[in-house]
């Protein structure tokens, strides 16, 4: 028989960085592709500890679980992000996704009605665009430069559009720039949210992953209303096959994504939780992310040093933290084109840049880098090959 899939569904197209890694799983491929840590940033002994542990009373976590998530690290993690990052109120509650993705899909399902537009960055997280398409959300881009979004690009949509229902935006060493939202415009952009009533969904899976002592407040910590959705994932602190995230946001909204959670998958995976909790709070937690810090920079520095020896019309951003650089030739090249082509030289992996736009089929000269997964020679050699072979376009 032939399946009727539904209208929202039709034109949604599936992650480009989920369909690369099935190539990079081949032999002698390198993947700058991946959105993923390192697999040597895995606290693996002491996860293998805490298993050991809680397998001693296993009925805790092979039972039913709550579906705001387990106690212990919603707790945990209110008061680490009031304490370090002066992130949240007493009007805020926490809830634990199952991964940052699904922070996403609550937002949308109790933010966005069909019809509703969210205002999203130029380029943007390709994962978070499906959710909110998947909702009949309509999504307009707004550009970003180095300082990342411009707010006065937000309100002049504000000004004319009158079913904007939020702004998404991953201001912190964002995906797939690697740009970070200064301290100024922050201020502005909720500013503008409060002038037109409109919700922010701020995504944060990487303010941890910062190589410098730099630090630029949350947006959240600005957020005297409740107007900021604050989405947070344990992925890239901990590890991502676990799939623990979590939202901190005003207690009414938290509330209607427990009822919209219960809906999708009851609660997250309680071992999981557990895992993550008794890691975070019974470990040297700074420790580790001073050590995954240290193994990123040294890979984001090897990518730039080659990058640096580009022809210099190739342009790239040198991102303060996080996983990615994003790299563009002039305007009118397709990177489409130099995707094929560094493929055919020596199988590496990158990630078109037209992935990241509302209008995916639009010539786009730009393109995402990953430096944390490969291994130093992996990255290396992975570069010196797209540099090679950009330069070879441009010729």
């Excluded at 480009?16 to 190539?23: G, Q």
């Excluded at 470990?283 to 990058?307: F, P, S, T």
Aim: glycine fraction near 6%.
């Amino acid at each position: 028989m032939e399946i009727r899939i539904t209208e929202r569904m039709k034109s949604i197209t599936p992650s480009p960085i989920r369909e690369m890694f099935k190539l990079a799983s081949e032999p002698g491929v390198i993947s700058l592709s991946a959105g993923s840590p390192s697999a040597a940033a895995y606290p693996q002994q002491e996860l293998h500890e805490i298993v050991e542990k809680l397998f001693q009373d296993p009925v805790k976590f092979l039972n039913y679980g709550v579906t705001e998530g387990y106690m212990p690290l919603r707790v945990f993690t209110k008061e680490r992000l009031r304490e370090k990052y002066a992130t949240g109120s007493d009007q805020d509650e926490v809830i634990i996704t199952s991964g940052g993705q699904q922070s996403m899909d609550l937002a949308a399902k109790c933010l966005i009605d069909e019809g509703d537009a969210v205002i999203c960055e130029s380029p943007a997280f390709s994962g978070s665009l499906n959710t909110f398409l998947s909702y009949g959300a309509r999504l307009i881009p707004c550009k970003m430069d180095e300082e990342g979004l411009i707010p006065e690009q937000v309100e002049e949509v504000l000004k004319t559009e009158k079913r904007v229902r939020a702004i998404y935006t991953i201001p912190t060493f964002q995906n797939p720039s690697g740009r970070t939202l200064s301290a100024g415009r922050r201020k502005q952009l909720l500013e503008i949210a409060a002038k037109y009533d409109i919700m922010i969904i701020e995504d944060d899976p990487y303010s941890e992953l910062y190589y410098t002592e730099q630090h630029v407040p949350s947006i959240k910590s600005m957020d005297e209303e409740g107007r900021v959705l604050y989405c947070g994932s344990y992925s890239k602190v901990v590890a991502p096959g676990l799939r623990v995230g979590f939202c901190l946001g005003d207690k009414a909204l938290i509330k209607k994504m427990t009822i919209g959670k219960q809906a999708s998958d009851v609660h997250a995976s309680v071992l999981p939780q557990m895992m993550v909790y008794e890691f975070c709070a019974n470990y040297d937690l700074d420790g580790h992310l001073a050590r995954v810090r240290n193994l990123y920079r040294e890979k984001r520095d090897i990518m730039l040093a080659e990058l640096a020896k580009a022809d210099p019309r190739i342009s790239y951003t040198r991102p303060i933290g996080g996983l990615f650089v994003w790299c563009s030739l002039p305007e009118g090249f397709d990177s489409r084109d130099l995707a094929d082509r560094i493929w055919d030289e020596g199988k590496v992996l990158i990630v078109p840049g037209c992935s990241f736009e509302v209008d995916k089929y639009a010539v786009n000269s730009a393109w995402r880098m990953n430096f944390s997964m490969p291994t130093p020679e992996d990255l290396k050699r992975g570069t010196q090959i797209v540099v090679k072979c950009a330069g070879e376009m441009l010729k």
